[in-house]
């Protein structure tokens, strides 16, 4: 059997979903349970929330038009309260408007219902390394809301050409361990960049911190 992603302290990784089709939330189940530790479900954001702030997973799983409680506000909570639960958005909304909505609240990663199990999967597993995920086919929508934006010149970006470097392998889905060994560097010394990047952007995470120098044209 493939060996599961675990903590820190060697467990699998404990994942919560929040889905309101029945159908989808077994396909997902399905898929999950292969590699992690499924240990709940619910089928709407109130009970969602109930749940995860039961069982405090490493990971929930949320699809963004979930009633009672939309999946955007459920994020924003979960980051608020939880801030060491990550949060993947998995969706069929592919709409500009709604993958931002999701990125401001905190997602870690943003995925559609119609990828392969494969690359829930996978993005399931970068978030929980606190690293920050988008399926090929709506990262075009984060892009494209910036592409109009005159690149910052290189005098005006807080960033070193390091920290530069760094915050476009987080944009393209890369966590600390993967940033580390492309560019041949410590993981310590890794996250010491991340603080810093963070500290310079005034930016609560990774996530934050890629969209803002997007929009700031800075990557």
């Not at 909570?77 to 998995?90: K, S």
């Not at 393209?172 to 993981?187: D, F, K, P, Q, V």
Request: aromatic share 4%; hydrophobic share 45%; net charge negative.
């Amino acid at each position: 059997m493939e060996n599961r992603p675990s903590t820190s302290s060697g467990q699998a990784l404990r994942v919560v979903i929040v889905e309101d089709h029945a159908l989808t939330r077994a396909g997902l189940r399905t898929a999950l349970q292969e590699r992690f530790d499924v240990v709940g479900e619910a089928a709407d954001g109130a009970n969602g929330w109930e749940t995860i702030l039961r069982e405090r997973p490493d990971v929930a799983v949320v699809d963004i038009g979930i009633p009672a409680l939309d999946g955007v506000t459920l994020t924003k909570r979960v980051r608020a309260e939880l801030p060491r639960t990550r949060v993947v958005i998995v969706t069929m909304i592919d709409l500009e408007e709604e993958v931002l909505a999701a990125l401001a609240a905190g997602a870690d990663a943003y995925c559609l219902k119609s990828s392969e199990p494969e690359r829930i999967v996978e993005a399931v597993r970068i978030a929980s390394e606190g690293g920050a995920y988008f399926d090929p086919r709506i990262a075009h929508v984060v892009l494209a809301r910036f592409s109009g934006i005159k690149p910052a010149d290189a005098h005006s970006s807080p960033l070193t050409s390091r920290e530069t470097e760094i915050l476009r392998l987080i944009s393209g889905g890369r966590a600390n361990s993967e940033i580390a060994e492309a560019l041949h560097i410590g993981l310590g010394t890794v996250k010491g960049h991340i603080r810093d990047i963070l500290d310079k952007l005034s930016a609560s995470d990774r996530t934050q911190a890629a969209v803002l120098a997007l929009r700031k044209g800075y990557i």
